[in-house]
């Protein structure tokens, strides 16, 4: 594969256009997308690479962190070490309510849970103004690892309102809840507010995910309605910045300037 690589190294526009950082950053994802480069596939040497580019080895650097930033590569020192295909990221659609495990259904992964805590306690003041209930209300917490295909992806910290889902905790908790709520209690999730943002990892959620502590999440805080407008669920999850995408559709139709 190295070499064939090599052989396929594009004429660079130096005069027009492009920086040329960005030129090879483009070529290289344009080979791993059509499936030239394969997952798991270490990319030539930075010496061999640049000299079949015909550019500096820093400029060569400049596209190869672009890609590492972006999850497309995993660079790993020594040398044993080098710049290696990354395994796709998992779109995940946030223009519908559906939960973890129909994302990953629609991905074709194994969605799986590992519940650190279920119990119910009393809501704190944001959790009761999330929810719309008296602070000290009982309110059903959860907490849960989400994988896809034994590999862990998220980390989720659910709330939900006890008077309404009075036995929630006697039923198995590893599966999809919004298919629970919807099926035993008749309040299927059908509209949520969402609120993204980047965090690092603290310690719990570094040791829940297997992942360095200040590894890059992304966080998500949700409310979640039934169709009646009655709030059902308010969370914080976060993601794992490295191995999900968080994708939403809009509709330009709609959309004015």
């Known amino acids: 594969m190295s070499t064939e690589l090599l052989d396929r190294a594009p004429t660079l526009d130096r005069r027009h256009g492009l920086p040329v950082h960005t030129q090879i950053e483009q070529w290289l994802m344009d080979e ?48 044993t070490g080098g710049a290696f295909v990354a395994e796709p990221k998992i779109d995940c659609d946030l223009t519908g309510l559906a939960g ?54 998220a980390l989720e910290r659910s709330w939900l309102p006890a008077e309404h889902l009075a036995d929630l905790l006697d039923h198995p908790l590893t599966g999809s809840i919004y298919d629970l709520l919807a099926d035993h209690f008749g309040l299927a999730p059908h509209t949520a507010v969402e609120y993204l943002e980047s965090v690092s990892a603290d310690a719990a959620d570094a040791a829940a995910l297997g992942v360095p502590r200040g590894t890059a999440l992304m966080s998500v805080e949700r409310v979640a309605q039934s169709v009646a407008g009655l709030p059902v669920e308010f969370a914080r999850d976060v993601y794992r910045a490295d191995r999900v995408r968080l994708m939403v559709r809009t509709d330009v139709r709609n959309r004015q300037d």
């Open 100 to 153: 973890f495990t129909e994302q990953m259904r629609r991905a074709h992964r194994r969605a799986g849970a590992e519940v650190l805590s279920a119990c119910t306690t009393a809501a704190d003041q944001e959790v009761a103004a999330a929810l719309r209930i008296p602070v000290g209300a009982a309110v059903h917490e959860l907490v849960r690892v989400r994988s896809a295909d034994g590999t862990p992806l």
């Open 32 to 79: 791993i997308t059509h499936g030239q480069i394969a997952t798991g596939d270490r990319l030539p040497g930075e010496r061999a690479l640049a000299a079949a580019l015909r550019v500096s080895r820093m400029t060569l650097r400049q596209a190869l962190d672009g890609l590492a930033r972006r999850g497309v590569l995993i660079r790993l020192p020594g040398r």
